[in-house]
């Protein structure tokens, strides 16, 4: 892989590892000045393996930042009034901050019932419809953590996303309308693409900006992108090849990448990010709760600080 090629790959693990450690100084400053050490509660229903792993490095980087991390692990027999008996329980905890239900759910829990019954002020993962709302209408509620990922990476990527056109593949509550909402507050023109669009290729070669949300491996193809396009691939898709599982994203990353003025990889894009504007959630959710402003452009000058040091 060439140099000019390399610096086309956004590094998201990097600047993951920045944010959290620009989390990790502001919580530090929460313990020494209120006495107040954020928590963070994730509940785990059931033995999927992905949700295995998602809760682990959220737990790991959790301690790492220094935020106190609560695991709450459930058969995937429970009965839903047991886990709304739980977030309820939860809610009222003075020492949670943060509750986060890994999804998806077993078939026999309402997904939108249990998202619900978390209280808006201790919803990390932005999925609450106060939050929703509040995304929607001026961008201060708590914001699902993968759009803000994806927001933020563009932002250190291209500055102000003024008037450029954005184009979102998919049309998910958890990544494609949220996203879609965080591109229109930054001035961009935004597109929503989904399964009925039609002539999606044409749809996706107009756009500056691609993000790819469907959990289609590869789908977005060489002659979907516009030269120099930013593309940010939110799939994960775990494809079975010689006894191995291989992870890869939406986009045809290497049919793509000399066309693109910047793509991000999977593994090592926007789920790194994902995690990190959890922690982040979880931390303005603490601020909040304890009735002070939170610093603004934390991620920003995280990375403005590390660009001087370096």
């Excluded at 045809?252 to 910047?262: K, N, T």
Aim: charged share 20%; net charge negative.
């Amino acid at each position: 892989m060439s140099n000019l090629t390399d610096q086309k790959v956004i590094d998201g693990k990097a600047m993951a590892a920045r944010l959290r450690e620009a989390v990790g100084e502001q919580v530090a400053h929460l313990q020494t000045h209120h006495q107040v050490t954020p928590g963070l509660a994730v509940v785990l229903v059931g033995e999927d393996p992905a949700s295995q792993v998602y809760v682990r490095n959220k737990a790991r980087h959790a301690g790492e930042a220094g935020i106190q991390s609560f695991e709450h692990r459930l058969d995937a027999s429970v009965s839903e009034p047991a886990l709304l008996a739980l977030i309820d329980q939860l809610n009222h905890d003075p020492a949670v901050n943060g509750i986060l239900v890994q999804l998806p759910l077993p078939a026999h829990m309402g997904e939108t019932r249990v998202i619900q019954a978390i209280v808006p002020a201790k919803d990390v993962d932005g999925f609450h419809p106060v939050n929703v709302g509040q995304v929607a209408i001026d961008g201060q509620g708590l914001t699902p953590c993968t759009p803000l990922g994806c927001k933020l990476l563009l932002e250190h990527q291209l500055g102000d996303l003024s008037g450029r056109h954005a184009v979102v593949l998919g049309r998910s509550n958890i990544v494609g309308k949220p996203m879609a909402n965080l591109l229109l507050q930054a001035n961009c023109t935004v597109t929503i693409a989904h399964s009925r669009t039609q002539d999606l290729p044409a749809i996706c070669r107009q756009a500056d900006i691609l993000v790819a949300a469907v959990g289609r491996p590869g789908m977005v193809k060489r002659d979907w992108i516009k030269p120099g396009a930013v593309l940010i691939d939110v799939g994960i898709n775990r494809i079975e090849e010689d006894d191995r599982t291989r992870l890869t994203g939406d986009i045809d990353f290497p049919a793509v990448q000399d066309l693109a003025s910047a793509i991000t990889p999977v593994p090592g894009g926007v789920g790194p990010m994902t995690i990190a504007c959890l922690l982040l959630n979880t931390l303005q959710a603490s601020y909040q709760q304890l009735g002070l402003p939170f610093p603004d452009g934390l991620a920003e000058r995280a990375w403005q600080a590390q660009a001087t040091t370096c």
